[in-house]
């Protein structure tokens, strides 16, 4: 791929080896690509395991393979600082933090671990349109929480109603959902003043 022969050294040192295969052979995942950075070692990247279950295809660093939830992390280790800092507590409602949409009785808590009871954005099948015809279009918070009020359906939970999972237990239930580090994001920058990326570029990369 052009990411590896522009930037990146193929084969990780032998201790993260060591670690990804340990943790490989304890999963049901064929296989796994995985990427580091330091200063002293720059990029390196790493193919483990196979491709292709049916013919044993090695799985090399010029595969695509889909990327899951990588941000998410991110966003609540940055929610986690703002609470060792004093400037907020898990605990609170996330309406003490950010106005819109309106969470009534759902904490920053619910939001992380997906037991809010929002629907997921990419269930909603006008924002999937206009997504799809609209493919080089920005959307801000605004946009997004236009989609949520709006959105009505059915899934494999059930019905949903103006964005929220009908006769949802809210801190009980789980309903993965997007919009929760959409709201966190909204939450930590008001809180520093930085934009996520800074945030993270910071607390996490200097």
């Known amino acids: 791929s052009g990411f590896e022969s522009s930037i990146c050294t193929t084969?990780?040192?032998a201790n993260y080896k060591s670690i990804v295969e340990e943790a490989l052979s304890s999963s049901d995942a064929p296989g796994v690509i995985v990427g580091v950075y330091s200063p002293e070692l720059?990029?390196?990247?790493?193919?483990?395991?196979?491709n292709n279950i049916q013919n044993n295809d090695?799985?090399?660093?010029?595969?695509?393979?889909e990327i899951g939830s990588v941000m998410k992390v991110f966003h609540w280790h940055q929610l986690h600082l703002l609470e060792i800092n004093g400037d907020l507590s898990l605990s609170d409602s996330v309406n003490t933090h950010q106005a819109t949409p309106t969470l009534t009785g759902r904490t920053l808590t619910h939001l992380k671990q997906h037991t809010s009871g929002i629907v997921d954005i990419f269930e909603d099948g006008d924002f999937r349109d206009d997504a799809v015809a609209n493919l080089t279009t920005a959307y801000d918070y605004d946009d997004?929480?236009?989609?949520?009020?709006?959105?009505n359906g059915t899934n494999t939970f059930g019905n949903y109603t103006n964005g929220f999972q009908d006769g949802f237990v809210v801190g009980t239930d789980f309903k993965y959902s997007s919009y929760g580090p959409l709201i966190a994001t909204q939450i930590i920058e008001s809180k520093t003043g930085d934009n996520i990326r800074e945030n993270i570029e910071t607390s996490v990369f200097s």
């Not at 090695?58 to 695509?64: E, F, G, K, M, S």
């Not at 997004?144 to 959105?151: A, E, R």
């Open 58 to 65: 090695a799985l090399t660093v010029n595969h695509r393979i």
């Open 11 to 13: 084969g990780l040192p």
């Open 144 to 151: 997004m929480m236009g989609y949520l009020s709006s959105s």
């Open 42 to 50: 720059g990029y390196r990247v790493e193919a483990f395991g196979i």
